[in-house]
T-cell receptor, first 112, second 113 residues
């Protein structure tokens, strides 16, 4: 778990702003993920990536964008098109299909 | 479609009693089934997992059972303690050429002292 670093831990966004959440892993994992968690709710998949320069939409991709230019990095941009972005965002990674998924410590995003 | 159903959504037990949480998955190709524990404001942490070539796995007070025919797997916690209070999630990664993980909706376990 210590091998996945998310930043910032707390972030405030103004209306109409884009913000980017950083996720870096040093576990040499192929796959990386972004999940959104609303208070008292489950984990919803935003995007995932299996290899560099490739990523797929999850269940709630609208209003979000990602890139995977390096194996270690999978940043998430919350765009102004995401009308209700206040949530806890979790980045994760896994080695190969069917292997354990590990989570970063999460980033709290609040709209002000 | 792809989904993982988890029950119950909340569970209260007396300290020392057992707790059981069940998940049902839809993709018969899934072959790995982890359980995560999430404390308030923290990230989910893996507590136990099972692969499809075994039917049960135990780790001290925690066990997971798998029924591939019925496509369900369960988390069993015995001799519950107040520190077991948390939200528990199951997951079923899809294996048909993707790395997509589907999580259950979570079970909030409260152990009453």
């Amino acid at each position: 778990d210590g091998g996945i670093t998310q930043s910032p831990k707390y972030l405030f966004r103004k209306e109409g702003q884009n913000v980017t959440l950083s996720c870096e892993q040093n576990l040499n994992h192929d796959a990386m993920y972004w999940y959104r968690q609303d208070p008292g709710q489950g984990l919803r998949l935003i995007y995932y990536s299996q290899i560099v320069n490739d990523f797929q939409k999850g269940d709630i991709a609208e209003g979000y964008s990602v890139s995977r230019e390096k194996k270690e990095s999978f940043p998430l941009t919350v765009t102004s098109a995401q009308k209700n972005p206040t949530a806890f965002y979790l980045c994760a990674s896994s080695g190969t299909s069917g292997n354990t998924i590990y989570f970063g410590e999460g980033s709290w995003l609040t709209v002000v | 479609g792809e989904n993982v159903e988890q029950h119950p959504s909340t569970l209260s037990v007396q300290e020392g009693d057992s707790a059981v949480i069940k998940c049902t998955y839809s993709d018969s190709a899934s072959n790995y089934f982890p359980w995560y524990k999430q404390e308030l404001g923290k990230r989910p942490q893996l507590i136990i997992d099972i692969r499809s070539n075994v039917g049960e796995k135990k780790d001290q007070r925690i066990a997971v059972t798998l029924n591939k025919t019925a496509k369900h797997f369960s988390l069993h916690i015995t001799e519950t303690q107040p520190e077991d209070s948390a939200v528990y999630f199951c997951a079923a990664p899809l294996v048909s050429g993707t790395y997509k993980y589907i999580f259950g909706t979570g079970t909030r376990l409260k152990v009453l002292a």
